[in-house]
Antibody
Framework: QIQLQQWGAGLLKPSETLSLTCSVHGGSFSGLYWAWIRQPPGKTLEWVGEINQNGNTNYNPSLKSRVAIFLDTSKTQFSLTLRSVNATDTATYYC??????????????WGQGTPVTVSS | EIVMTQSPATLSVSPGERATLSCRASESISTNLVWYQQKPGQAPRVLIYGASLRASGIPDKFSGSGSGTDFTLTISSLQSEDLATYYCQQYTTWPPLYTFGPGTKVDI
């Protein structure tokens, strides 16, 4: 069974760059897409973006100017960078796999989550 | 952008009762609707995809229905382990965009 393990810095100052990495264990890296999703404290989930094994990316339009997702297939890892962070970027960030069954998509595997706080 | 709403915001039920959670999309999304369960301090877990298909390993006490703009998640015979927040999520395939509802918190 596939497992996602993620890590990265949890405390940032405004204007710094957020950097997180997710490692894929126990399964093929050739899934559909590999995504980042975030959740501010006490709020709902927000899709940040995704990448597939060919390096094709899609981003949430609200974050597109600041976000980048890239992968390292040799290490079966993918990473998120978010530039110029501010307090509204404070959230728990999850990596996840997008699965597909019967033509329907859903996030079927999730990392454990990394809390990120932006504070001066 | 498609906006998802959920009702009620909080649902209090007694053990053994049935819970009915609603999710509405601001425009038709066919059956591109997913339900997740999130327990405190944990990552979400997929319950239902394609509006009515149970994900692998999900007990049949969870069922989903609906299409177009109105969807329902039904949890039969609630137990303490079902205490969680439940989110619906829609997606569009092009351009890809996934949006989540605000959630329904189920209190036992």
């Amino acid at each position: 069974q596939i497992q996602l393990q993620q890590w990265g810095a949890g405390l940032l100052k405004p204007s710094e760059t957020l950097s997180l990495t997710c490692s894929v264990h126990g399964g093929s890296f050739s899934g559909l897409y590999w995504a980042w999703i975030r959740q501010p404290p006490g709020k709902t989930l927000e899709w940040v973006g995704e990448i597939n094994q060919n390096g094709n990316t899609n981003y949430n339009p609200s974050l597109k100017s600041r976000v980048a997702i890239f992968l390292d297939t040799s290490k079966t890892q993918f990473s998120l960078t978010l530039r110029s962070v501010n307090a509204t970027d404070t959230a728990t960030y999850y990596c996840a796999r997008l699965g597909r069954t019967y033509g329907k998509y859903y996030f079927d595997s999730w990392g454990q989550g990394t809390p990120v706080t932006v504070s001066s | 952008e498609i906006v998802m709403t959920q009702s009620p915001a909080t649902l209090s039920v007694s053990p053994g009762e049935r819970a009915t959670l609603s999710c509405r999309a601001s425009e038709s999304i066919s059956t591109n609707l997913v339900w997740y369960q999130q327990k405190p301090g944990q990552a979400p877990r997929v319950l239902i995809y394609g509006a009515s298909l149970r994900a692998s390993g999900i007990p049949d006490k969870f069922s989903g229905s609906g299409s177009g703009t109105d969807f329902t998640l039904t949890i039969s015979s609630l137990q303490s382990e079902d205490l969680a927040t439940y989110y619906c999520q829609q997606y569009t395939t092009w351009p890809p965009l996934y949006t989540f509802g605000p959630g329904t918190k189920v209190d036992i």
